[in-house]
């Protein structure tokens, strides 16, 4: 059997008058302040719950809010989770 002919291409390139170099600046490691707030975020949420639990009948405020305790509190923490994802 012969041999197919093998075609040789040129590698396409775009054109160099329609892209221009754009510099990006390179983002920092996050404040120090950012990662205590977004801890402190998650670990208020957590003991939102925790207190709920334990004393929650016995304080005004959080026998008044009821089921929506569990709100707050979750609420709380996925906040603090969703600050991770800016967190460099």
């Known amino acids: ?19 221009t170099p754009v510099k990006v600046k390179s983002a920092g490691p996050s404040h120090p302040i950012y990662v205590a707030v977004m801890l402190g975020v998650m670990l208020l949420g957590l003991a939102w719950l925790v207190v709920n639990y334990i004393a929650g009948d016995k304080i005004p405020l959080m026998s008044e809010l009821g089921n929506w305790n569990f709100a707050i509190g979750f609420a709380l923490m996925i906040g603090g989770l969703l600050m991770t994802m800016r967190w460099r």
């Open 1 to 19: 059997m012969p041999k197919s002919k093998v075609r040789k291409k040129t590698p396409y390139t775009a054109p160099a008058d329609r892209r």
